[in-house]
């Protein structure tokens, strides 16, 4: 079962911007990551420790993490965003769990 | 860059093991600041984090509570490569597994994933 919860779906408009929430239990007390998963291609890391981007990883990516929640924001949403995306954390019961994925739609 | 290479797709029979392997390249499997993850993606449980191994002076090995019973990660430093072994697979255990670099608490290399059917 999954400990973190994930809207199933956003759509944004090209050129806005798109706010994914992943919220599980003291959540702002453990270090988030997210990843884009493009349709038979597999996850990509967009942020790890919360706000931090990988070399290679576009600005308009960003993230944060507080109580309960952690959010992914992309500013200036580009078609090509459109993807699955996935929080994911270290749970209390010494194991990483993963968020129920959002599907962005770029309208 | 690293690159993680996975075993091919394949079909396995409800009760018999399930066994993975994924070769590393530009990187070791004794890298003393990484962790060797095993992670598997199915409709209808999504993305779950299997298991991992990982050397800090001595191998170690985190498995997910759920699969502790069956479930076996092993390094081969001789070929830079990590196995997954899962026994008394049930179709419950079809998916795509994927073998993924930790670094930092985070999966920031992954293998291209390996589809695997269980069937009677």
């Known amino acids: 079962s999954n400990d973190l919860t994930q809207p199933p779906a956003v759509s944004v408009s090209p050129g806005q911007t798109a706010t994914i929430t992943c919220s599980g239990d003291?959540?702002?007390?453990?270090?988030a990551s997210w990843y884009q998963q493009k349709a038979g291609q597999s996850p990509v890391l967009l942020i790890y420790?919360?706000?931090q981007r990988p070399s290679g990883i576009p600005e308009r990516f960003s993230g944060s993490n507080s109580g309960n929640t952690a959010t992914l924001t992309i500013t200036g949403t580009q078609a090509l965003d459109e993807a699955d995306y996935y929080c994911?954390?270290?749970?209390?019961?010494?194991?990483?769990?993963f968020g129920t994925g959002t599907q962005v739609t770029v309208l | 860059h690293v690159q993680l290479q996975q075993s091919a797709p394949g079909l396995v029979k409800t009760s018999q093991t399930l066994s993975l392997t994924c070769v590393i390249f530009?990187?070791?499997?004794?890298?003393?600041?990484?962790?060797w993850n095993w992670i598997r993606q199915s409709p209808s449980r999504g993305l779950e984090w299997l298991g991992r191994?990982?050397?800090?002076?001595?191998?170690?090995?985190d498995y997910s509570i759920s699969l502790k019973s069956r479930i076996t990660i092993t390094p081969d430093t001789s070929k830079n490569h990590l196995s997954l072994h899962l026994d008394s697979v049930t179709p419950e255990d079809t998916a795509v597994y994927y073998c993924?670099?930790?670094?930092?608490?985070?999966?920031?290399?992954w293998g291209h994933g390996t589809l695997i059917t269980v069937s009677s």
């Open positions: 993924a670099r930790e670094t930092l608490g985070a999966f920031d290399v």
């Open positions: 530009r990187d070791s499997v004794s890298n003393n600041t990484a962790a």
């Open positions: 003291n959540l702002g007390t453990k270090f």
């Open positions: 191994t990982y050397f800090r002076s001595r191998w170690n090995n």
């Open positions: 994911q954390a270290w749970d209390s019961n010494a194991a990483y769990v």
């Open positions: 420790q919360d706000n």
